[in-house]
C-alpha cells in the first residue's frame, strides 16, 4: 500500500493541472508496465472450444493479506480512522469463517432462491484502475489489487471503463490510462469458469467515445469470447434468484452503460432498465453518508440498486497536505464502509429493502476497508455473538438468572462472557437473539416510553422487536427517538428504555466473541494442543486438558483451507502429505500447499489430498499424539468448537 509521501513540487503543479476539474478526469496517457500475473496460473487442460488460447488457464488466488497480517488472520474490524464525531461512527465488522470465493455457492445453498437484488454484494469503483502508474497515479487510481484478487476477496460487481487507444482495448479512468482490457477480461473469465455458482457483475461503462465498429469488435474480440458461455440472457429480468441462474449454469451478468448498444446481443443487460445508481459527487464525508441515506429509501422501481460509497474530492482537497496527491490517503483518513454498509442497510430497511451492491474504493483489508465482512454480516450467512457492555458503567446486557422464560428481565451485570451476555443481530428481521435461546428476542413489551421495559420473549414479527443500531445506541423500529437504557451502574440494575439524549448510559460497546476456537475431541473432552506450545516446524500435535491458552486456540481460514495457530498465525496445522492411517499431523509454516489445506465435514475434519482421511485422536490421555485415520465416524474423529 502507499504510503502517505512528499510529492516534488513539479509533480503537484503537473496534478493541479489534471485535477481543476473532477478528480477522477486524470491526465495523459500513462501506458503500464503493470505485472498483469500476480496469482498463480496453472494449465488446466479445458477445452477451450473457439476461445482464444489464452483463456484456456485456471488461475488460483490466496486471499490477499492486509499489510503485516498473513492471509485469512482475524482482524477486530473497521478501526477508528479519521476525524472524531465523524458520521457514521466507524465500527467493528466481524471476520467470518466464510470462503470469500465461495460466499454466494455456500452461503446461498440452502436459500437459493433468494433474489440477487435483496443481498449485499460488495462491488469496486473503477476496477480495472490498478495499473494506473506516475502522474496519474494519485489522483485516478481507486484500486490496488487487480480484478482477480478483488474476487478473491469477495467482491462480485465491477465497474470497468474501457475505450480504444492505440489499436487495443483499455481500462481507463477519465484520460488516465491502465492495463489492458484483455488482461481484466481474463482473471473474470478464470474466476467465473472455476467456480460457477459465483455470480458476478460486470459493468461496462463510459463506452460512448467508441464508435460503432468498436462497440462490435469489444463484443466479437473480448467479451462474449472471455466470457459469453457464462452470461446470463436478460430475459430474466430483475428479479433474477440464485437458483435461476444456477440452473442455466451461468453466473455473468453483463451491464452495459451507454446507448442502445445492450442490442447487439441478448446477453447485454440495459443500465437503465436493470440499474439504479446513486453517485453523490462529492469530496464531504457528512454529505456523502446523508445524501445515501436520503436516496437509499426511494422506490427502485425493482432494479438493483448501487450505493457509490466513494468521496470525489476536488484539486484543493486532494492535491495539498495532508493528502499529498494520494485519493488513497483521503479515502482511508475519511470513510469507514463496514460503518457504511451497516447505517445504510438500516435505512434502506425503513422502506422494506435492502443495501443491495456497495461499491468502494481501495477495496479489503490491506487499506483498513471491510464492506465485504460487513456485507456478510449483513446477509446473516454466518451468526457472530457479541456482548453489549455499557459505556457508563462497563457491565454488560444480561438476561436476569440466565432466563429463557418469556417476561425475563434484560439486566446489566459483570461481564463474565456466558450466554446470557451473548447476542446475535439478525438483519434480515431487525432481532437481537439471544444465544441462551436463539428462539428468543430482545423485546420492549410494546412499552415505547419512558421507563417502558425490556424484556426476553418468543421471536415474532412485531416491531417492538426490531431494533436498529444508530452508531453505538439501540432504538426500538416502533420509535426511534427513544433507546435502550441503563439508567441503573450496579450489577442487576435493570435496563429499561428512555428518551434519546446521548449519555454513555444509552451508549453501547459491541465485543464480538473471539475468531480463535478451541477443538475439542468427543470421545476424550481433551483440546486439540500444540506440545510445548512450540511453533517450530513439525511441533507434533496432540490431544490435552482444555486450558484456554493460546496452543490450544485456532483459526480456520476459510479462504484458503487453513486452520491457523493463535500461538503464530503464519503457522498452519500439516499432515505431511501423509495421507495414510497413522499418518503425522503438525505444526509448519503455512505454504500454498493442499496438505495444509482442511475442510469441516460435520464435526470431523479432513485433508483436501484425500477427504476420506480425518483427524485422529485415537488415545484419550493427556498428550496423546493426533494423527489421520480412515474416517470411521467414531467419537475419537469427531471436535467441538468451543469459542
Known amino acids: 500500500m502507499k504510503s502517505s509521501k512528499t510529492i516534488p513540487t513539479r509533480i503537484v503543479a503537473a496534478a493541479f493541472l489534471c485535477a481543476v476539474s473532477l478528480i477522477g478526469a486524470g491526465c495523459k496517457d500513462s501506458s503500464s508496465n503493470y505485472d498483469s500475473l500476480l496469482f498463480l496460473v496453472q494449465a488446466n487442460g479445458k477445452s477451450g472450444g473457439s476461445l482464444p488460447a489464452d483463456i484456456n488457464y485456471k488461475a488460483e488466488y490466496l486471499t490477499p493479506a492486509p499489510l503485516d497480517q498473513p492471509s485469512g488472520v482475524p482482524f477486530e474490524g473497521g478501526g477508528t480512522k479519521g476525524k472524531n464525531g ?3 461512527i466507524p465500527v467493528y465488522a466481524p471476520k467470518l469463517q466464510i470462503d470469500p470465493q465461495a460466499w454466494m455457492s455456500s452461503g446461498y445453498l440452502s436459500r437459493s432462491n433468494t433474489q440477487l437484488r435483496s443481498i449485499c454484494i460488495p462491488g469496486t469503483h473503477d476496477s480495472g484502475t490498478y495499473g494506473i502508474q506516475g502522474i496519474d497515479e494519485n489522483i485516478s487510481q481507486t484500486q490496488e489489487y487487480n480484478v482477480g484478487e478483488q474476487l478473491s476477496l469477495g467482491y462480485r460487481y465491477f465497474d470497468l471503463r474501457i475505450k480504444k487507444i492505440d489499436g487495443q482495448f483499455k481500462i481507463h479512468h477519465g484520460s488516465s490510462v491502465s ?30 467515445s467508441m464508435s460503432d465498429a468498436e ?4 463484443k466479437d474480440q473480448l467479451v462474449l469470447p472471455y466470457l459469453g458461455s457464462r452470461m446470463a440472457p436478460r430475459y430474466l429480468g430483475n428479479s433474477v434468484n440464485f437458483s435461476q441462474l444456477w440452473n442455466l449454469d451461468k ?12 442490442a447487439l446481443s441478448e446477453l447485454y443487460w440495459n443500465q437503465g432498465e436493470t440499474m439504479k445508481s446513486d453517485w453523490q459527487n462529492t469530496g464531504s464525508e457528512s454529505d456523502l453518508i446523508n445524501g445515501l441515506r436520503a436516496r437509499i429509501k426511494d422506490d427502485r422501481g425493482g432494479k438493483f440498486y448501487v450505493a457509490q460509497m466513494i468521496l470525489t474530492p476536488n484539486a484543493t482537497q486532494i492535491i495539498f497536505p495532508p493528502y499529498w496527491g494520494s485519493i488513497e490517503d483521503l479515502t482511508n483518513d475519511k470513510l469507514d464502509h ?36 460487513a456485507c456478510m454480516d449483513v446477509n446473516d450467512l454466518e451468526p457472530r455473538y457479541f456482548t453489549l457492555k455499557s459505556k457508563q458503567s462497563n457491565l454488560c446486557l444480561d438476561v436476569s438468572n440466565s432466563s429463557t422464560e418469556n417476561n ?7 461481564c463474565n462472557n456466558t450466554n446470557a451476555q451473548k447476542w446475535f443481530y439478525e438483519h434480515s428481521t431487525s432481532y437481537l437473539r439471544s444465544k441462551l435461546n436463539t428462539d428468543k428476542c430482545l423485546d420492549n413489551g410494546a412499552e415505547n416510553w419512558n421507563g417502558g421495559k425490556i424484556v426476553l420473549w418468543d421471536c415474532k414479527d412485531m416491531n417492538n422487536m426490531r431494533f ?22 450496579s450489577s442487576g440494575s ?19 466473541e473471539s475468531p480463535y476456537f478451541a477443538l475439542v475431541n468427543q470421545a476424550s473432552n481433551l483440546c486439540l494442543d500444540i506440545s510445548n506450545s512450540s511453533t517450530a516446524n513439525g511441533a507434533r500435535i496432540q490431544v490435552y486438558n482444555c486450558n484456554g491458552t493460546d496452543a490450544q486456540k485456532w483459526y480456520y481460514d476459510a479462504g484458503n483451507g487453513f486452520l491457523r495457530s493463535k500461538l503464530n498465525p503464519y503457522k498452519c496445522m500439516d499432515n505431511g502429505g501423509e495421507t495414510r492411517n497413522g499418518g503425522k499431523i503438525a505444526l509448519w509454516d503455512c505454504k500454498d500447499m493442499n496438505n495444509m489445506r482442511f475442510d469441516f465435514v460435520g464435526d470431523s475434519i479432513r485433508n483436501r489430498i484425500n477427504s476420506l482421511y480425518a483427524v485422529d485422536a485415537s488415545a484419550n490421555g493427556n498428550g496423546s499424539l493426533v494423527h489421520q485415520w480412515e474416517f470411521l465416524n467414531a467419537s475419537n474423529q469427531l471436535w467441538k468448537k468451543s469459542y
Do not use: C
Request: charged share 20%.
Open 468 to 489: 436498529d443500531f444508530y452508531d453505538d445506541s439501540m432504538r426500538v423500529r416502533q420509535n426511534e427517538s427513544i433507546a435502550v437504557d441503563a439508567n441503573g451502574s
Open 338 to 373: 463496514a460503518s457504511f454498509v451497516y447505517d445504510l442497510d438500516r435505512e434502506a430497511k425503513k422502506s422494506g429493502q435492502r443495501l443491495n451492491i456497495a461499491m468502494v474504493d481501495f477495496a479489503g483489508p490491506r487499506f483498513s476497508q471491510y464492506a465485504f465482512e
Open 179 to 208: 492495463v489492458s482490457a484483455q488482461e481484466v477480461f481474463q482473471h473474470i473469465s478464470s474466476f467465473v469458469n472455476n467456480r460457477k455458482k459465483e455470480i458476478v457483475f460486470v459493468h461496462i461503462q463510459n463506452v460512448d
Open 251 to 262: 453466473n455473468v451478468i453483463l451491464i452495459w452503460g451507454g446507448g442502445n448498444y445492450s
Open 86 to 88: 465523524r458520521s457514521p
Open 494 to 512: 435493570l435496563v429499561s428504555q428512555w428518551t434519546w439524549h446521548g449519555g454513555n448510559n444509552q451508549r453501547w460497546e459491541k465485543n464480538y
Open 408 to 414: 425475563a428481565r434484560v439486566q446489566v451485570w459483570n
Open 215 to 218: 462497440h462490435y469488435e469489444l
